[in-house]
C-alpha cells in the first residue's frame, strides 16, 4: 500500500477502480512527467450526484459531490501510475465545473471539496492552481465535473 492510499485510509477512503470512460476519449493522458486526468464526474458509490447547486442542492451538498471528484481522479492517477500513488510530484491544476443555478454565485465555495480533500490527504502536494465555473447544464445531469493535471516522477 502506498503512503498516499495509507493516508486515504486514515481519512476513512478507499480508492474505487477507475471509472471508465463514457464517451470517445480517454480517462488520461501522460505527457513527459505530467498526467492530464480527464473530468471526473460527481458520484457515490455507483450513483450520480446530480442536480444543479443552488437550486437542487446546496452549497456543502456541491462540495461534498466535489469530493467525490476528488477521489476519482486520484483513482485515475494511480491506473496511470501503474498503481503507484507514491509516484505523485504534487497537483498541478484543478478546473471545476459546477451545474448551477442562474443566479448561484458559489462556484468556488463547491470546488473546495475537492481542493480541501486534495491538500488533507496529499498536504502540500495537494495545493494547486485552479478554475472553478458555472457550467448550465453537465454530462448526465451530474452536480459537479473536475478535470486536473499531475506531476509524477
Known amino acids: 500500500m502506498s503512503k498516499i492510499e495509507a493516508r486515504l485510509a486514515e481519512l476513512g477512503v478507499t ?3 477507475a471509472p471508465a470512460p463514457a464517451a470517445n476519449y480517454v480517462p488520461f493522458v501522460q505527457v513527459g512527467d505530467l498526467v492530464f486526468v480527464s473530468g471526473q464526474i460527481s458520484m457515490q458509490d455507483g450513483n450520480l450526484i446530480t442536480g ?6 446546496t452549497t456543502e451538498e456541491g462540495a461534498a459531490a466535489a469530493k467525490t471528484c476528488a477521489v476519482s481522479l486520484l483513482a485515475q492517477l494511480k491506473a496511470a501510475c501503474g498503481g503507484d500513488l507514491d509516484r505523485l510530484v504534487r497537483v ?3 478546473t471545476g465545473f459546477v451545474n448551477s443555478a442562474p443566479d448561484f454565485t458559489q462556484q ?6 475537492c481542493s480541501d480533500f486534495l ?5 502540500d502536494a495537494g495545493r494547486h492552481s485552479r478554475s ?9 445531469g451530474v452536480a459537479v465535473e473536475i478535470e486536473a493535471i499531475f506531476q509524477i516522477k
Open 92 to 94: 498541478v491544476k484543478l
Open 132 to 140: 472553478a465555473v458555472s457550467a448550465g447544464a453537465l454530462p448526465l
Open 108 to 113: 468556488p465555495q463547491v470546488i473546495n471539496g
Open 119 to 123: 491538500v488533507e490527504a496529499l498536504g
Open 52 to 57: 444543479k447547486v443552488g437550486t437542487d442542492l
Open 15 to 17: 480508492l474505487p477502480d
